[in-house]
């Protein structure tokens, strides 16, 4: 991952892009936001040293738009030489009634990306378990990560690569802040708690704008998320518009937001862990 991207002129040649991009539309504004969306996250592959050469990655794929987003960024790089690893899509089904099971066999299909769909009633069990009221978010996940790390396993992948992006990131930050009573965000590369997995989040400097239109000018068969859809007045809903409000009273805002978690001061928090307060000395 150490050569420098260029500019690409080609990006609309039909016959010089994944297939996925043929159709792509031709106007010089998607141009630049497809160059941007890749630039950025090449910037985040190569600050959070992702990529290993040889590996195999589970790419998630929900049918929302930033999966949609991952898979076309990844698919783009590789088609170019520039992601020496083995790309696997895969979709978690949890069988949420009226879920089109058909929708994304049939794109990755016409799109020529191999991939597997995994079919785990985890609906049932989340509707079962969660309190009337309460939201089904922190359980969805949980039982959503585990098999897929599971599927990872069986089909030999050293990495589970999720569509999070720049909001996410910053979303996840201020709930810690505001309700987990701690400074913590969404890290772009970690390893699981059974240490044998990379979960990695090539989205991280992406923002969510770009991607909604991104992905709206691709036309891509976006699939609702019912389940947690259907939940109003999330906790998240609530950060993410004080998140815009801001954005919108003070552009460029979120960037800074983000500079900032790459730019912690320990000796001027509070963290008696992180930094030695007893053993700060004064010259006599």
């Known amino acids: 991952m150490s050569e420098t991207l260029d500019p690409v002129d080609d990006l609309e040649a039909g016959d010089t892009c994944h297939p996925l991009f043929r159709a792509a539309p031709s106007s010089v504004e998607f141009g630049k936001l497809r160059k941007r969306l890749i ?24 049918g929302g738009k930033d999966s949609y987003a ?9 088609w170019r030489g520039l992601l020496p690893v083995d790309l696997l899509a895969c979709n978690l089904d949890q069988a949420q009634p009226g879920f089109p099971a058909d929708v994304l066999p049939s794109f990755l299909d016409g799109v020529g990306v191999p991939y597997r769909i995994e079919r785990q009633d985890t609906y049932s069990v989340v509707v079962s378990k969660v309190p009337t009221g309460r939201t089904y978010c922190a ?4 039982l959503r990560r585990g098999h897929l790390y599971r599927v990872a396993r069986e089909e030999g992948c050293q990495a589970v690569v999720l569509g999070h992006h720049r909001e996410d990131i910053l979303e996840t930050f201020f709930m810690n802040f505001f309700h987990g009573g ?69 552009p460029g805002r979120k960037d800074v937001m983000m500079k900032a978690l790459t730019n912690a001061n320990p000796s001027h928090l509070l963290d008696r862990d992180l930094f030695d307060f007893a053993g700060l000395t004064i010259r006599d």
């Open 70 to 78: 991952l898979l076309a960024m990844l698919l783009d790089l590789k």
């Open 139 to 142: 359980l969805c996940s949980r």
């Open 182 to 250: 701690k400074l913590a965000a969404m890290p772009p590369k970690l390893v699981n708690d059974e240490g044998d997995l990379f979960v990695l989040r090539p989205l991280a400097y992406c923002a969510e704008d770009d991607i909604a239109r991104f992905s709206n000018a691709m036309a891509f068969p976006i699939i609702p998320c019912d389940l947690c859809g259907s939940q109003e007045g999330l906790q998240r809903n609530l950060v993410k518009a004080m998140l815009a409000e801001w954005e919108k009273k003070a």
């Open 39 to 62: 630039r950025q996250t090449r910037e985040a592959l190569d600050d959070f040293a992702m990529v290993r050469p040889g590996d195999r990655w589970l790419v998630c794929l929900s």
